[in-house]
């Protein structure tokens, strides 16, 4: 089955510099490669998503980039905010919608003012 | 846009009582759902598949017999923890498809458990 790995696990940055998380994956079969921001005690709220024919992209101050061949995808958040201080979970999945979806194990950002 | 809920928000059991967590998807149907359990300062780790009108699939090492799940509807599935114990208190997430081409999922707000 699918496994995601994802590093670092906690990450602390100034606040204006930017964050950066990678993630591999297992399976060669996934194409969709969806970020959640969560924070405590709630749902994970989905921040940017990249698919399997797209090498980049990118919503305002956040860009994923996938590399399929390496079965690497990054999350690049620039001009970090204290805001975006919150647990981030990068995850996989095959195309269909009965296709589950594995998380990685996410990294605890926090973002010093 | 969809929507997904969860009811109850928190629960606080008895060991050994069993718990009923429910899963509705609001404005869409959903065939498939998805249930995540999560311990504290760990990722959401899937626990089954629930499919309407069908047998819910389990991922390896959860216990079909003490999670139980039905799906009879197209916008509700149930998750049932019989016979809990304090190793079962975590915050249990369900999440359905709601994407047309691609595996996006909408999560449910979460169930708090716990067990004394």
């Known amino acids: 089955g699918e496994n995601v790995e994802q590093h670092p696990s906690t990450l602390s940055v100034q606040e204006g510099d930017s964050a950066v998380i990678k993630c591999t994956y297992s399976?060669?079969?996934?194409?969709?490669f969806p970020w959640y921001k969560q924070e405590l005690g709630k749902r994970p709220q989905l921040i940017i998503d990249?698919?399997?024919?797209?090498g980049e992209k990118k919503d305002q101050r956040i860009a994923v980039t996938l590399n399929k061949t390496a079965k690497h995808f990054s999350l690049h958040i620039t001009e970090t905010q204290p805001e975006d201080s919150a647990v981030y979970f990068c995850a996989a999945s095959r195309t269909a919608s009965y296709d589950k979806v594995i998380f990685g194990p996410g990294t605890s950002l926090s973002v010093i003012p | 846009g969809a929507v997904v809920s969860q009811h109850p928000s928190w629960v606080i059991c008895k060991s050994g009582t069993s718990v009923k967590i429910e899963c509705r998807s609001l404005?869409?149907?959903?065939?498939?759902m998805f249930w995540y359990r999560q311990f504290p300062k760990q990722s959401l780790m899937l626990m089954a598949t629930s499919n309407e009108g069908s047998k819910a699939t389990y991922e390896q090492g959860v216990e079909k017999d003490k999670f139980l799940i039905n799906h009879a509807s197209l916008t509700l599935s149930t998750l049932t923890v019989t016979s809990a114990h304090p190793e079962d208190s975590s915050f249990y997430i369900c999440?359905?498809?709601?994407?047309?081409?691609?595996?996006?999922?909408?999560f449910g707000p979460g169930t708090r458990l716990t067990v004394l």
């Open positions: 404005d869409f149907q959903a065939t498939t």
């Open positions: 399976d060669s079969a996934s194409n969709y």
């Open positions: 999440s359905a498809p709601i994407g047309l081409a691609y595996n996006e999922q909408f």
């Open positions: 990249i698919r399997s024919n797209v």
